[in-house]
T-cell receptor, first 116, second 111 residues
């Protein structure tokens, strides 16, 4: 299957700082990438849909000024958690769909964010 | 009612058993169905992909979709300890849209 690379896999930061998470599709182009959030023993909750060259679409209840998404190329999307607080601690996962393929969605390995 | 319902388990079986995992859904527009396997603190890995109704088999895994009942299943034959993970069903209606996930079923296969 297609490969999606996500970095970092683990980050610990102080409250009030910003953290950037990168998501790259390594062997395919992705017009659209999706960012999910997962709490322990919970399902994946869609945060936003990232479209190359345009503004991201955020799900209801997700603060767009706190979770900045940039999708500058067909292979890279970034999620920046601004002014992080302990309640932002979670597992963040990106996913991408091959623009030339079917509806299969491929996931990165996830980023565990811990805000102290 | 949630869009996708999945029993979280946990489900414990002995090695070699046949495992049946299921999801129900409420949106009749769903037509793309997937099963993912997720190990702890890792991203989900795509196992099976089905469009519309029917069965699909891949090695020890069989996926079934019954759109009339809004019910999908994943069967694992000859289960192995390495199959121990959380299994997530996911689905979508329109092409290009995000997937809606079930809560995931935690499976433990003992040797």
């Amino acid at each position: 299957g297609a490969v999606v690379s996500q970095h970092p896999s683990w980050v610990i930061c102080k409250s009030g700082t910003s953290v950037k998470i990168e998501c790259r599709s390594l062997d395919f182009q992705a017009t659209t990438m999706f960012w999910y959030r997962q709490f322990p023993k919970q399902s994946l909750m869609l945060m936003a849909t990232s479209n190359e060259g345009s503004k991201a679409t955020y799900e209801q209840g997700v603060e767009k000024d706190k979770f900045l998404i940039n999708h500058a190329s067909l292979t890279l999307s970034t999620l920046t958690v601004t002014s992080a607080h302990p309640e932002d601690s979670s597992f963040y996962i990106c996913s991408a769909r091959d623009t030339q393929g079917d509806e299969k969605l491929f996931f990165g390995s996830g980023t565990q964010l811990s805000v102290l | 009612q949630k869009e996708v319902e999945q029993d979280p388990g946990p489900l414990s079986v002995p090695e070699g058993a046949i495992v049946s995992l299921n999801c129900t859904y409420s949106n009749s527009a769903f037509q793309y169905f997937m099963w993912y396997r997720q190990y702890s603190r890792k991203g989900p890995e795509l196992l099976m992909y089905t469009y519309s109704s029917g069965n699909k088999e891949d090695g020890r895994f069989t996926a079934q979709v019954d759109k009339s009942s809004k019910y999908i299943s994943l069967f694992i034959r000859d289960s192995q300890p390495s199959d121990s993970a959380t299994y997530l069903c996911a689905m979508s209606g329109q092409a290009g849209t995000a997937l809606i996930f079930g809560k995931g079923t935690t499976l433990s296969v003992s040797s």
